[in-house]
């Protein structure tokens, strides 16, 4: 089993930037993709971006690139999501997920789930 546990959520102003913290747990996560989703309220939750734990190669979603960089730091067992330029359209609750096939399947799919943080972008 792995346990994801998210930090650094808060409410922000567009323009500004914030910085999202999953502290993970368990044993052989070390294999696994990670990965942040996000759902906004009435949406479907939608992949935002993903990191090979292993090879660290890096996945995005289109809306988010060029603002949003996942990384992963192997010492402290954590992924970060580092948000630039936020939007309104940012607005969620930012989940941290866990593949143990490291994005193997050929989509973003995860087994493993945080219990979420929100993200406010509001004027």
């Given amino acids: 089993q792995v346990r994801l546990v998210e930090s650094g959520g808060g409410s922000v102003q567009p323009g500004d930037s914030l910085r999202l913290l999953c502290e993970v747990s368990g044993r ?46 192997n010492s402290k067992r954590t992924v970060y999501l580092q948000m630039s330029s936020l939007k309104p359209g940012d607005t969620a609750v930012y989940y941290c997920a866990a593949d143990p096939l490291n994005f193997r399947r050929g989509d973003y799919e995860f087994d493993f789930w945080g219990q979420g943080t929100q993200v406010t972008v509001s004027s």
């Avoid at 979603?61 to 996942?70: E, H, L």
Wanted: charged letters at 25%.
């Fill in 28 to 73: 052989s996560f070390s294999a696994y993709g990670m990965g942040w989703l996000r759902q906004a309220p009435g949406k479907d939750r939608e992949f935002v971006a993903g990191i090979s734990w292993t090879s660290g190669r890096t996945y995005y979603a289109d809306s988010v690139k060029d603002r949003f960089t996942i990384s992963r730091d």
